[in-house]
């Protein structure tokens, strides 16, 4: 609630700060981005908010950690799958 979502989600706008803040270079973060929002809206709920932050800790734990072209089954939280 922090950082302001608008109908639970939070949009580029509002996590820019947040995402910045993590060292990773801009093109990882868009990447990263586009694998989150898993329903490709623009704006993260709190189940693609979860995806975002684990691709960023693995991101920021490893300097070796690629991500992955497209995200993995099993990284899908329930809610989002179809």
Known sequence: EA????????????LRKTLMETGLPK???RHLWDLAD???DGSLDVH??????FL????TRDQDFQLPDKLSPRLIPPAKRS
Do not use: T
């Open 27 to 29: 093109e990882k973060l």
């Open 48 to 53: 693609e908010f979860a995806v975002a932050k």
């Open 3 to 14: 950082l302001g979502p608008v109908s639970g989600k939070l949009g580029g706008d509002q």
């Open 56 to 59: 960023i800790s693995e991101s």
């Open 38 to 40: 898993i329903d490709a």
